[in-house]
């Protein structure tokens, strides 16, 4: 397993990912508090002279906090999904698979190798994000959320570790990066129409609700009724769908 993760780690520092995806973050985690500092003022310069007037309220903390889980989510969740896949399939498109598979290597371990490198890579991003974050908000607002801020950032990285299962899912079972980056998004479009429902009993609980809930928490400072399952519904999808692949590519030939 230490030798695959060593590969997997190689390959990310190649493609320069390892610092691609810390200085997007980063730079999202610096433009979010000032967006929801100055956004007000950038509205009112637009409407002045056109006779509109509009009082904004005053930007607070809990507003760069809703602007960055918000910046994550329209910016990093469709990165990770183009380039989990670009991950989870490049040997099969490189027809790497009969050289690597020539040799004693456990498929499970292969799979599990390219997902946990690629989770630390995202999770050291976030965090590192965060401080900077963190630092900025106060700053700005004078105040910060730190450990309810810490608990939704956490919450974030669930999804997309719900996210990047149903990429490895896609990765196995199509042979084109094309057709397994399009049945992803359409699973994620899937997942997210789903949530607008969430006032039915079987999907209120659906992972794609994380990030209300990570919002929730923030703003009120106690848990939201309801997150406690949804994480564990996150967790049991999350699982569910890595067994899926494993299951699916140990009973998969490989092709040259």
Known sequence: MSKLLKYDVLFLRRTAKVIVFPALIVLISII???????????????????????????????????????????????VVLFVSVSIFIRDKTKDLMP????????????????????????????LLGYLVFTYYTYVLFDK????????????YFLYLLFLMSIALVMSVLFRTYIMAILMTFLAYIGFSILSIFENVNILEYFPNLLNNYGI?????????????ITILVAILFTGGLLYLSILLFNH???HS
């Open 32 to 78: 979010s508090p000032l967006t929801a500092k100055y956004m007000n003022q950038i509205l009112a310069s637009f409407l002045e002279g056109s006779g509109v007037q509009i009082d904004f309220p005053d930007p607070v903390a809990l507003d760069s906090y809703v602007q960055y889980i918000s910046d994550l989510n329209e910016i990093v969740l469709l």
């Open 99 to 126: 050289l690597i598979f020539s040799k004693p290597v456990s498929r499970t371990k292969y799979l599990l190798s390219k997902y946990i490198s690629f989770s630390t890579l995202l999770f050291v991003s976030l």
């Open 144 to 155: 910060v959320f730190l450990i309810e801020g810490l608990v939704a950032l956490l919450v």
């Open 216 to 228: 929730s928490y923030i703003s009120q400072g106690a848990l939201p009724e309801g997150m406690g």
């Open 252 to 254: 998969q030939e490989i």
